[in-house]
């Protein structure tokens, strides 16, 4: 079944620091994962599997780059569910980050310090194996995600994700972000996790 971009225009206009113009090319940029990942699976679909070749085969290629496009779509529709100035960490949140970073503050430190060790992603995640919260970086789309992980907040540090507003002002940017946080969703990812993991 064909995947469907999602329609994020509620945001534009509400956010403080991060502009319709880059929300609207970052709209286009998602809207491009999701066709891609449409056109590798259609293909897939289609490829002779005998032809299989770890140097070279249609069907390899295809395979290699399927997360890509998958996470691509799907990061990104995390990262604008989780943007819209909104709510306030709930009590649930901010004890899971003081018991597993110290405090609220040493949580965001550890964010931004993510934000600056990689060219992509940080994913803050409900961990399920010792059941706290965890910050990952990933590189591309799919490289370095921890598996057992549910995610309670992406975070897209991508230059295309700032360089409009804030030019190489990553610092800035994060800043931004976490003026922009829609903690109605984050509380509500990681009461989901929560449940996740006792069903684990
Ligand atoms: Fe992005």
Redesign the pocket.
């Known amino acids: 079944m064909a995947h469907t971009p999602k329609d994020f225009s509620n945001i534009l206009g509400k956010l403080k620091g991060i502009s319709d113009n880059q929300l609207r090319q970052?709209f286009t940029?998602?809207e491009g994962y999701v066709k891609k990942l449409n056109e590798i699976e259609e293909k897939l679909a289609k490829q002779d599997k005998a032809a299989a070749n770890y140097s070279f085969g249609e069907f390899s290629e295809l395979k290699r780059r399927e997360a890509v496009a998958f996470n691509?779509a799907f990061?990104?529709e995390m990262?604008f569910e989780n943007l819209l100035s909104k709510g306030a960490p709930s009590a649930e949140l901010k004890k899971a980050s003081e018991a597993a970073f110290g405090s609220w503050d040493a949580f965001v430190a550890d964010v931004k310090a993510s934000a600056g060790s990689t060219p992509g992603w940080v994913l803050v995640t409900y961990n399920k194996v010792d059941q706290k919260l965890h910050t990952y970086i990933l590189f591309e789309h799919h490289v370095g995600l921890a598996v057992h992980q549910e995610i309670v907040l992406a975070l897209?540090c991508?230059e295309?994700?700032f360089m409009i507003d804030y030019g190489i002002k990553k610092a800035d940017y994060l800043n931004a972000f976490f003026e922009n946080v829609n903690w109605d969703v984050a509380n509500k990812r990681l009461s989901a996790a929560k449940l996740a993991a006792v069903k684990k």
């Open positions: 970052h940029l998602y691509g990061l990104h990262y897209d991508w295309h994700a």
